[in-house]
């Protein structure tokens, strides 16, 4: 690409729990990857959310069995073809293993020459900057994930926390040795068409401390792409390779098949940037793995994105979105609560009503879903 010129490709969400499928494992994931990666065209780096965590023999028989833990050897098979410049460890089901299930993860992430960022031994550990050079510039990754369950705190392994004030500092920091600084977030909820509003303005407001991109996850559907003064905030990739046929969760929720590849091309002007992107749409089949679509369906895939990213400029349809979706979030939790009293588990009813005033991600759609969705 050259000197002044750099690309990134960006996937969304990748579980390879369906590695316990004897079939998977056996169909592997070369061809598809290949035509997809035709389909790409040059890239500089590639860069995707690894939500799951892996595991070996020296892990503990409670390691392995949990549903996001995946075979370190049956991993590598999937992983190798991709080729990825790096993978963001800050998510929910990272840390699903524990301690040992990290220390196993970053183990064969090391092993396979992928470098991840998100997630650590310790805080400091996981909110560590990753540095990569490519094309004579230096590129820093700064991510952070809002499940403050899974918080990496002095002494406890976990997250990088979405943190306002502390990703304010880290990303000023990553500025301060690169010449270009990509956050990356796992955060909101799930299976909803657009970000809250406390994302929109967190993602600005990162903007405004020196970030040139914010690429996000964890809705597991895709949302729109915006511009703020000149950056580039994503809002939602998606699922990429993920179980969904025979996965309940996922296939009762609408468009979790749907999903693209983000490439972004930077051109450096100095010290100022430039920053245009294109979407390739993939879809996922039944066998859990993402193809390439053509012709009609990649026009309307492509419309569709444009479609979603076109809400958020509407602050009326924004509104209305926003709080549909806090008013789901509602109905979900208050039958989930209900159903335990029923079932006379006083303990846990009492927990899913008391988790939406302490915990903050919490309180946030509370809050958009009391206001109308205005805030």
């Not at 390879?16 to 998977?24: G, I, K, P, Q, T």
């Not at 988790?355 to 809050?367: G, H, I, K």
Request: proline share 2%; with cysteine.
């Amino acid at each position: 690409m050259g000197a002044n010129r750099l690309r990134i490709a960006f996937i969304g969400d990748v579980c390879l729990s369906f590695l316990r499928d004897a079939e998977s494992r056996a169909h592997g994931f070369s061809d598809e990857w290949r035509a997809i990666r035709c389909e790409l065209g040059e890239y500089d780096l590639l860069i995707g959310n690894l939500e799951c965590y892996l595991v070996g023999p020296q892990c503990s028989e409670k390691a392995r069995v949990q549903p996001m833990a995946v075979s370190a050897d049956a991993a590598g098979s999937f992983l190798d073809p991709i080729t990825f410049s790096a993978v963001c460890l800050a998510n929910n089901h990272s840390v699903d293993g524990g301690s040992e299930g990290v220390s196993a993860t970053l183990k064969r992430l090391s092993s396979l020459g992928i470098p991840s960022f998100g997630v650590g031994a310790n805080l400091d550990e996981a909110e560590k900057t990753l540095l990569v050079e490519s094309n004579g510039r230096k590129i820093a990754f700064v991510s952070a994930c809002d499940k403050s369950e899974y918080y990496a705190t002095g002494s406890r392994y976990g997250v990088a926390p979405m943190v306002r004030r502390r990703l304010g500092r880290r990303i000023q920091s990553a500025a301060s040795q690169s010449d270009l600084v990509v956050v990356v977030l796992h955060a909101d909820l799930e299976f909803s068409d657009v970000p809250g509003r406390w994302r929109r303005r967190l993602c600005r407001w990162l903007v405004d401390q020196g970030a040139h991109m914010v690429i996000q996850h964890h809705p597991h559907v895709l949302q729109g792409i915006e511009f703020h003064k000149g950056k580039l905030i994503a809002y939602s990739l998606g699922n990429f390779l993920f179980r969904i046929q025979g996965n309940r969760y996922q296939e009762s929720h609408a468009s979790v098949k749907d999903s693209m590849v983000l490439v972004v091309d930077v051109q450096f002007c100095g010290t100022a940037t430039e920053i245009v992107y294109r979407i390739v749409p993939v879809h996922i089949g039944d066998d859990h793995l993402p193809r390439c679509v053509t012709g009609l369906a990649q026009a309307h895939a492509i419309e569709e994105i444009h479609r979603l990213s076109s809400i958020l400029t509407n602050k009326k349809s924004y509104r209305r979105a926003w709080f549909r979706r806090c008013k789901a979030e509602a109905i979900i939790r208050t039958r989930s609560a209900c159903y335990a009293f029923a079932k006379g588990q006083f303990v846990r009813g009492v927990l899913e009503i008391w988790t939406l005033f302490a915990r903050q991600e919490d309180r946030r759609w509370v809050v958009g879903l009391l206001s109308f969705g205005y805030i």
